[in-house]
């Protein structure tokens, strides 16, 4: 089946390669592949300064993939993301799972040139925003604006103006979710996820979508900040669990022998 057809219904935003796919997974997915990923061995968990991750797969070298082959797990997130997206000329052999506390994140930032440029990422636990940056060479001189508050205090504003039509814009990114993007999406914008416990979804190019799913997923309780009141403000996630979140990808090239780069 053509791309088009297979996640055209998912497409979310102005960019055309950017996918949103809510309730990828079933609830007893999600358990499965949690219990794996904390059934792992203490070592295989590589602790970073601001979260803790999984690689699985290989080592990625600039120069291509050290392979070590995928548990099966993996390989079955893995081929049906491949058969239901369309989008990798081969299932991926690389995933990434990151683990984020509360208040933990990750810097914007643009995936390596080892891979094939797109990105499926399986959201799990914690709902949080991603945002995405065009990245700093569309960036045109920032102008300066002035604005008056009604005290007719002058204040300086920057505005950042960007090349082409480009915008910064977030996802909200529910559990069971996949994202995937490729082509401008992969190369044009940095994305990444702020470090703080309070994350605002309010214009989130997928927010209709998202929230359609939110009761099913049972983590906007009553109580919880991030219940929607219809007050631009209060369109807030409140992080109270951990997120985790596993990053699939294609190295295209693998290299057999260690001895043969
Ligand atoms: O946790 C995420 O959703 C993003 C992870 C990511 O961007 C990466 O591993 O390169
Ligand atoms: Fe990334």
Same mark, same amino acid.
Request: charged residues 25%; contains cysteine; proline residues 5%.
């Given at each position: 089946?053509?791309?088009?057809?297979? /996640?055209?219904?998912?497409?979310?935003?102005?960019?055309?390669?950017? !996918?949103?796919?809510?309730? !990828?997974?079933?609830?007893?997915?999600?358990?499965? $592949?949690?219990?794996? $990923?904390? *059934?792992?061995?203490?070592? %295989?968990?590589?602790?970073?300064?601001?979260?803790?991750?999984?690689?699985?797969?290989?080592?990625?070298?600039? %120069? *291509?993939?050290?392979?070590?082959?995928?548990?099966?797990?993996?390989?079955?997130?893995?081929?049906?993301?491949?058969?239901?997206?369309?989008?990798?000329?081969?299932?991926?052999?690389?995933?990434?799972?990151?683990?984020?506390?509360?208040?933990?994140?990750?810097?914007?930032?643009?995936?390596?040139?080892?891979? +094939?440029?797109?990105?499926?990422?399986?959201?799990? *636990? @914690?709902?949080?925003?991603?945002?995405?940056?065009?990245?700093?060479?569309?960036?045109?001189?920032?102008?300066?604006? !002035?604005?008056?508050?009604?005290?007719?205090?002058? +204040?300086?504003?920057?505005?950042? %103006?960007?090349?082409?039509?480009?915008?910064?814009? @977030?996802? /909200?990114?529910?559990?069971?979710?996949?994202? $995937? !993007?490729?082509?401008?999406?992969?190369?044009?914008?940095?994305?990444?996820?702020?470090?703080?416990? /309070?994350?605002?979804?309010?214009?989130?190019?997928?927010?209709?979508?998202?929230?359609?799913?939110?009761?099913?997923? *049972?983590? +906007?309780?009553?109580?919880?900040?991030?219940?929607?009141?219809?007050?631009?403000?209060?369109?807030?996630? @409140?992080?109270?669990?951990?997120?985790? @979140?596993?990053?699939?990808?294609?190295?295209?090239?693998?290299?057999?022998?260690?001895?043969?780069?």
């Amino acid at each position: 089946m053509e791309e088009k057809e297979k /996640l055209g219904h998912y497409k979310v935003g102005s960019l055309p390669t950017l !996918f949103y796919v809510p309730d !990828f997974i079933t609830d007893s997915d999600q358990n499965l $592949i949690l219990n794996n $990923i904390y *059934g792992a061995p203490a070592s %295989k968990w590589k602790s970073l300064k601001n979260r803790r991750l999984q690689n699985w797969g290989g080592v990625v070298h600039q %120069k *291509g993939l050290l392979p070590q082959v995928l548990p099966t797990w993996l390989t079955n997130l893995t081929q049906k993301i491949y058969e239901e997206s369309g989008l990798f000329s081969s299932a991926m052999n690389h995933v990434l799972i990151n683990e984020y506390l509360p208040n933990q994140g990750i810097m914007p930032h643009q995936d390596g040139p080892a891979y +094939f440029p797109v990105v499926a990422i399986l959201s799990l *636990g @914690s709902p949080v925003v991603m945002d995405f940056t065009p990245h700093a060479r569309l960036k045109l001189d920032s102008q300066d604006d !002035f604005e008056k508050d009604s005290d007719g205090r002058t +204040f300086e504003i920057e505005k950042d %103006k960007w090349l082409d039509d480009h915008h910064p814009f @977030s996802v /909200l990114l529910m559990p069971r979710s996949l994202l $995937i !993007f490729k082509d401008k999406a992969y190369s044009d914008y940095l994305h990444g996820i702020k470090d703080c416990t /309070l994350h605002c979804y309010d214009g989130a190019v997928n927010e209709t979508e998202a929230l359609k799913h939110k009761e099913s997923n *049972g983590v +906007f309780g009553s109580e919880d900040a991030s219940e929607t009141t219809g007050k631009e403000e209060h369109k807030n996630i @409140s992080r109270t669990s951990n997120r985790i @979140s596993l990053t699939c990808r294609l190295v295209p090239k693998v290299h057999k022998n260690l001895f043969r780069f």
